[in-house]
């Protein structure tokens, strides 16, 4: 017996009485903006917009069905980080499962370190959850019907192509989901260049919702709440209530003339030229990597790639791995500078061999066969006159110099354009929670200061001469 769906809008009109009859007897409310995409079969579906929209209650109540009325179904459903699966889109599912009286039609485990798999009993159908930063999870895929990435966003074009090839299996109609907010979607991001300005932007189907399509919420409540989240900011609540793509320029920006239609472009590592990784050691949000290279002959400096070794990687020797993995990717075997915060560099107490940061993570690379030179200063750079010289570099090509940010940097990128300054011309770095962990961190700012340290010591020379012009330039203060 197929579903029968039943218009949102009209669903919440009903008596409560008539509402949960209805529920009980099988009928689906679905918001109505969703609704066409029911039975449709196309290969890419991008369901994205704002906060609250009910994009994820959607894809979930349409894969729950599929399970219990196709012959073949087998979707895997996870994120870009696989120990955020539990309590997002594997939750969903099962809270779905549940609220629609269906628990009775699937295994699946609720205990805290449970198995995430959930089984339609009756037909063997599945869901199994997957990370795209878990090699284990993504190396047991195997006839795949459906994948569902939440929070698509975060997910590269690498990643995107390999889930998307796996979509081969002939027992049924393939198809591939991806949700996300688009606060976070700036300019450049391949998603928007491939699905939304590029060739392939009529190869899928694509659906804007806002939480004004979601009858499951108060609306006006709902909407109080985000104007609140926007921190007063009417460019952040466009993109969070409205599903603008991203967020618009505020003021007080850090960087002031990094330009994304200037800066950011696709980047080809260089085989012929070394590589330079300049690292910040705070562990949260993560252990923050930048990767360079620099072409003196056209004073043309390039960030390459980006790591960030979140948990359980955001420690030395852990980052160190992550950072060896992608120079063996690319079977890269020459030097490499290390470059960083000075503060990385002070010995340790807690170690019982005093050794540093620095010292754990260029242990690891010499291990590996890297011939090492370390850059670390022994002060960090003045923020206000680093940033200063820097955004010279990217409003005018101080000295010459250029700098180019690979466009599949987006942590990079993103930090480069929220971070801000603040009256004293330094980096404003708000802290935020996290919900799982209760940890406290600076969300922005560490990528930012990865790119100073780098920046300043390799082009040394031309910031001592920047600083003394800048000394010579200010007005003398009269008594």
């Not at 070394?274 to 990597?289: A, F, G, I, K, R």
């Not at 960090?380 to 466009?407: C, M, V």
Request: net charge positive; proline share 3%.
């Amino acid at each position: 017996m197929k579903t029968a769906t039943v218009e949102a809008s009209l669903f919440k009109l009903l008596p409560s009485e008539m509402q949960t009859a209805m529920v009980q007897s099988g009928a689906l409310p679905v918001n109505d903006i969703f609704l066409p995409l029911w039975d449709n079969r196309n290969k890419i579906n991008l369901l994205y917009g704002s906060y609250g929209s009910g994009k994820s209650i959607f894809i979930v109540d349409r894969f729950i069905t599929h399970a219990i009325e196709d012959k073949y179904f087998r979707c895997y459903f996870g994120r870009k980080i696989f120990d955020s699966v539990r309590g997002s889109v594997f939750k969903t599912i099962t809270d779905r499962i549940k609220e629609r009286n269906l628990a009775h039609l699937f295994n699946f485990s609720d205990a805290p370190n449970g198995s995430m798999n959930i089984v339609c009993k009756e037909n063997g159908n599945e869901f199994i959850p997957f990370g795209a930063n878990n090699p284990d999870s993504l190396k047991s895929i195997k006839d795949p019907s459906h994948f569902f990435c939440e929070e698509f966003d975060q997910f590269s074009l690498l990643d995107f192509r390999f889930i998307y090839t796996r979509l081969r299996t002939e027992k049924a109609v393939t198809q591939f989901y991806g949700s996300f907010n688009t606060d976070r979607l700036f300019k450049g991001h391949w998603i928007r260049r491939t699905f939304f300005e590029g060739d392939f932007e009529n190869k899928c189907f694509k659906l804007l919702s806002t939480y004004k399509d979601n009858y499951f919420i108060n609306q006006e409540d709902y909407l109080e709440k985000l104007k609140i989240a926007s921190g007063g900011s009417a460019s952040v609540l466009a993109a969070i209530a409205a599903g603008v793509m991203g967020v618009i320029r505020t003021g007080s920006e850090f960087w002031k003339f990094f330009d994304e239609e200037k800066h950011v472009k696709p980047v080809v590592f260089d085989r012929s030229s070394t590589v330079h990784v300049s690292l910040d050691e705070n562990v949260n949000p993560y252990v923050t990597q930048t990767i360079w290279q620099i072409n003196s002959s056209e004073k043309h400096i390039k960030q390459v790639h980006e790591i960030c070794s979140k948990s359980p990687n955001n420690n030395a020797p852990k980052a160190a791995k992550q950072f060896i993995e992608y120079l063996q990717s690319l079977n890269y075997s020459n030097v490499v500078y290390v470059y960083g915060d000075p503060s990385g560099a002070k010995r340790s107490t807690i170690d019982e061999n005093n050794a540093s940061f620095f010292d754990k993570y260029i242990a690891e690379l010499k291990a590996a066969g890297y011939s090492v030179i370390n850059r670390v200063g022994r002060s960090a750079p003045a923020i206000a006159l680093s940033a200063a010289f820097i955004n010279a570099i990217y409003e005018h090509n101080q000295d010459g110099w250029t700098i180019t940010i690979a466009d599949h940097c987006y942590s990079s990128i993103e930090d480069y354009i929220v971070v801000k300054e603040d009256e004293e011309g330094k980096m404003q770095k708000l802290k935020v929670k996290d919900k799982e962990t209760g940890v406290t961190y600076e969300q922005h700012g560490h990528i930012s200061d990865s790119k100073r340290y780098f920046i300043i010591t390799v082009l040394k020379e031309a910031f001592e001469n920047y600083r003394s012009r800048s000394k010579r330039s200010r007005p003398r203060r009269v008594n």
